[in-house]
């Protein structure tokens, strides 16, 4: 056994995820602590019982109102840290600001780079996050990173159904063709890749289809959905020849309201699997949601941060077999580089 005391600590951001985790752990109870919102909207944190020594992993996913959840995780590790804890892990299934890791077009904040500067100065020894929207946002960290992937929970509700093995996995842009990847490999399914140009924040045009999707079943892969715009494309599979039931596997259920219209607009769509990296409260859950839950994934991952053990059987980095081939390098002749 570690000599190190394991203890489980949670902000308000999504308790009931903390609280499966604890449960799976074999934990009594989440570890004491307050959080205040006070008048004048500034939050005031606490940590109610003893921590010296203690190796501590507080979880906390930055959901809406992320600004909040955010300061509130910023405020908890300085906390931790004066407390003289011996190590304190933040575990943040949904990782803020993820969609801002570069200058996109010149004069703005590389915003995932600020959190992760600001979570690693006021005290966090390690950060462990679920399907990042960028993969090289763990670079900007010099502390231990342990970058999850729900895929294995998101297809554990396909692989064992039959009318999947006639279904095509679809990933929405370039960008997600890596993560789609691997989800085919998982279920042994092809991939199709969709090309978008994004026209603004929320508008989104597809311009190509590349595979075969006629008359298959897709599943559309994804890390999240916030506004939607990935349900318009489910309009475009079905005019290339996709059969009119669509699936769509998406890790953070961000949900804005404008996403839910759509879902309940779109007829096509016949089940959105999320996970449960972010709360869904009781008005935001559409007959067609489908909640899958992280928790024994990252209830694995803590045990194994605090027993010393190994996570790469957890992290699953891609190997050549898991990349689509239009995504392998090309072999260069000798003497050349990349």
């Keep these: 056994m570690p000599n190190y005391p394991l203890r489980l600590f949670s902000g308000t951001a999504n308790r009931p995820l903390a609280e499966e ?3 799976i752990l074999g934990q ?12 004048d909207t500034e939050i005031h944190v606490q940590i109610k019982e003893l921590v010296r020594g203690d190796d501590v992993f507080f979880i906390q996913p930055c959901s809406a109102p ?5 300061m509130e995780l910023l405020l908890y590790l300085d906390a931790f840290r004066r407390a003289s ?13 993820g969609r801002q890791e570069r200058m996109a077009i010149g004069r703005e904040a590389i915003s995932a780079r600020v959190v992760a500067r600001m979570m690693q100065c006021l005290g966090a020894s390690r950060v462990v ?20 992937s729900a895929r294995k929970v998101l297809a554990s509700h396909f692989v064992d159904d039959p009318k ?12 997600r063709a890596k993560l789609a990847g691997r989800f085919a490999e998982e279920l042994k399914l092809p991939l199709v890749l969709m090309h978008k140009r994004r026209e603004s924040f929320s508008d989104v045009r597809t311009t190509h289809v590349v595979g ?7 599943i559309i892969i994804d890390d999240l959905i916030a506004g939607g715009s990935i349900l318009d494309q489910v309009y475009d599979l079905v005019e290339n020849g996709a059969r009119p039931e669509v699936y769509l596997a998406i890790t953070h259920p961000v949900l804005l309201p404008s996403a839910l ?11 959105l699997v999320v996970t449960n990296t972010i709360y869904v409260p009781p008005e935001k859950r559409h007959p067609k949601l489908v909640i899958k839950s992280i928790a024994p994934l990252l209830a694995d991952c803590i045990e194994r941060i605090w027993m010393r053990r190994s996570i790469s059987p957890l992290l699953q980095r891609p190997q050549d077999e898991d990349i689509p081939p239009l995504l392998r390098p090309v072999p260069l002749p000798p003497g050349e580089s990349q």
């Design 85 to 97: 804890v011996h190590s304190v892990t933040a575990v943040v299934p949904y990782f803020p600001y």
């Design 21 to 23: 985790i604890a449960a």
């Design 66 to 70: 992320v600004n909040d959840h955010l």
């Design 164 to 175: 999947f093995r006639d279904a095509v996995v679809v990933s929405p842009d370039v960008g």
């Design 212 to 218: 075969d999707i006629k008359d298959k079943i897709p």
């Design 129 to 148: 996050y679920v399907d990042i929207h960028a993969e090289a946002t763990q670079g900007f960290f010099d502390i231990p990173v342990d970058p999850l």
């Design 261 to 271: 219209e759509r879902l309940d607009k779109n007829p096509y769509v016949k089940q």
């Design 28 to 39: 009594p109870s989440l570890g004491a602590c307050t959080t205040t919102r006070l008048p």
